[in-house]
Nanobody, 115 residues
Framework: QVQLVESGGGLVQPGGSLRLSCSSS????????MGWYRQAPGKEREMVAL???????NYVDSVKGRFTISRDGAKKTVYLQMNNLQPEDTATYYC?????????WGQGIPVTVSS
């Protein structure tokens, strides 16, 4: 079973930056795609950023130009660089890996943007 472990979350002021990391127990090129999702209190979980096995990326409109997803195959890690963070980015962030229709999720890591 795939294990995904997120790290790098925390409290940051508006306009600040954080980099989330998702460490996989498996070779990340084994997956069709990997991505980051987030869920704010009282809201549904939403896709934030995806990267597929070919390196093509996709972002939700609200983070375009501010967030960047990337990966390091040797470290079996996917990253989410988050710049110019805003209070509306406050949420628990989850890493997800997909093989066909099978999804694996990390435990989630909180990100709080507040002054």
């Amino acid at each position: 079973q795939v294990q995904l472990v997120e790290s790098g979350g925390g409290l940051v002021q508006p306009g600040g930056s954080l980099r989330l990391s998702c460490s996989s127990s498996e070779n990340i090129f084994f997956f069709n795609d990997m991505g980051w999702y987030r869920q704010a209190p009282g809201k549904e979980r939403e896709m934030v950023a995806l990267i597929n096995v070919g390196g093509v990326t996709n972002y939700v409109d609200s983070v375009k130009g501010r967030f960047t997803i990337s990966r390091d195959g040797a470290k079996k890690t996917v990253y989410l660089q988050m710049n110019n963070l805003q209070p509306e980015d406050t949420a628990t962030y989850y890493c997800r890996a997909r093989v066909l229709s099978r999804m694996s999720w990390g435990q989630g890591i909180p990100v709080t943007v507040s002054s």
